[in-house]
């Protein structure tokens, strides 16, 4: 059996070998999981399609292959076969080994049980990296969601741990010896650099941000919004809603609904061009900008005028927990008509975002800070957040653009309008 580079979704066509799961010589069953290709937007595991022995592997780990290329072969007969002519043999059972492997595989369990919380908090990937190199996951500091180590941990802890290793061994001149530490204003050493093959999906990321630059007349417009109103629902009503759903209730719900409502009354912003044609979607599919290990990811709200407050937060949770776990699919991240992203939670106070082509508009959240505002001739402090529109001036005007966050602005202000609505 053939082990062929699948359909990889949506205009993509190539991926690289991102690991061997299997090795020349190992039983496979079916299904299998046993390479994982790294595509421009996920990585996906190619299965056994079924038992036998990996017998050739036909492209190697860092090698590029397209869709339809045959990568490695399953022989179905080789056990048999092997058996028949000798090549192998069926060894009896050794009680006594079996009883030490039992003792083994119960300490091993113990030991998960111990460690599962430091499981649990890296990424798969980063797991992975640890596992190859010797690392233990306690040792790195996690940077990802509720302090979960990610493979940008792991890579920058092993470069921290070797750079300081090579300072000891300058300190010491090799000979056990201690010599003057180099002092600062010296010539940096060499070897302190590291070249790293950049990822498909860093190489896309890179690409589509310069052809957004390069074939979109981008231009963006601010506007701040007094998030008070919501900031109270979403106080009142948080345990409510948590008991109910079992998701929180976030910030972003309310601006997916809000741009929709705007969506809808300023329709080219939910268009795309075509060549000399604009081609208008009467459909909104909100992509909601996740941060993962690899960089930036834009799955998609199906139909998100059709969504509840709870349907949208578990479907941003669902997008988060998948981006972690390293398990989006390609179906998750095709298509989309208006994006939504929020650097706030980064800390941003405001930034210009950058276009998802062929999308015509996205939307730029920031951090909430409280600031002193003008309120019927009283200065008051109020919590704030500036909020950007970036949109391809080709077909947006800037009137529509400045509209259109105004009723963003609106809604927000008054969020009753949207729960009422």
């Not at 869709?67 to 080789?78: K, L, R, T």
């Not at 919380?117 to 690392?135: C, Q, S, Y």
């Not at 500036?386 to 400045?402: F, M």
């Not at 009723?407 to 009422?420: F, G, H, N, T």
């Amino acid at each position: 059996m053939n082990i062929v580079v699948p359909s990889l979704g949506e205009s993509v066509v190539d991926a690289r070998i991102a690991h061997w799961l299997k090795k020349e010589g190992d039983k496979v069953e079916l299904g299998d999981a046993v390479v994982e290709l790294e595509t421009e937007k996920v990585n996906v595991d190619v299965t056994a399609e079924g038992a036998g022995v990996l017998t050739r592997v036909m492209a190697h780990e860092e090698e590029t292959v397209r869709v339809g290329d045959v990568i490695g072969e399953i022989d179905a007969d080789n056990i048999g076969e092997q058996i028949a002519k000798g090549g192998m043999s069926v060894e009896k059972p050794d009680v006594k080994s079996q009883s030490h492997e039992l003792s083994d595989q119960k300490h091993e369990a113990s030991e998960r049980i111990r460690s599962g919380k430091e499981f649990e908090r890296a990424t798969p990937v980063a797991r992975r990296v640890a596992e190859e190199t010797g690392l233990k996951l306690s040792e790195v500091a996690g940077s990802g969601t509720s302090g979960r180590v990610t493979k940008h941990d792991v890579e920058s802890f092993l470069l921290t741990k070797k750079t300081g290793e090579r300072r000891e061994q300058a300190r010491d001149g090799g000979n056990g010896k201690r010599e003057a530490i180099i002092p600062a204003t010296q010539p940096s050493m060499t070897g302190q650099e590291e070249r790293v093959k950049m990822s498909l999906r860093r190489k896309t990321i890179a690409r589509r941000m310069l052809e957004a630059q390069q074939t979109t007349a981008m231009l963006t417009t601010f506007n701040e919004i007094d998030m008070s109103r919501v900031m109270d629902l979403r106080k009142k009503y948080k345990e409510v809603f948590r008991d109910k759903y079992g998701v929180g209730l976030g910030i972003v719900s309310f601006f997916v609904k809000a741009s929709i409502a705007a969506l809808k009354e300023f329709p080219r912003l939910n268009a795309e061009i075509d060549e000399d044609e604009i081609v208008y979607k009467h459909y909104y599919d909100i992509g909601i900008a996740v941060a993962a290990d690899e960089g930036l990811v834009v799955p998609v709200l199906r139909n998100a005028d059709t969504m509840s407050f709870a349907e949208i937060e578990m479907g941003i949770k669902n997008f988060v927990e998948k981006s972690q776990s390293g398990t989006l699919t390609l179906e998750d991240l095709r298509g989309g008509t208006f994006t939504i992203t929020n650097g706030g939670v980064f800390g941003s106070l405001m930034s210009t975002p950058i276009l998802n082509p062929p999308q015509v508009g996205i939307l730029g959240l920031h951090k909430i800070a409280e600031r002193p505002v003008v309120e019927n001739g009283q200065i008051v402090v109020k919590p704030m957040m500036y909020v950007a529109l970036t949109y391809d001036h080709r077909i947006v005007d800037g009137r529509e653009s400045v509209q259109f966050l105004a009723k963003v602005k609106e809604l927000i202000e008054d969020p009753a309008a949207m729960v009422l609505g």
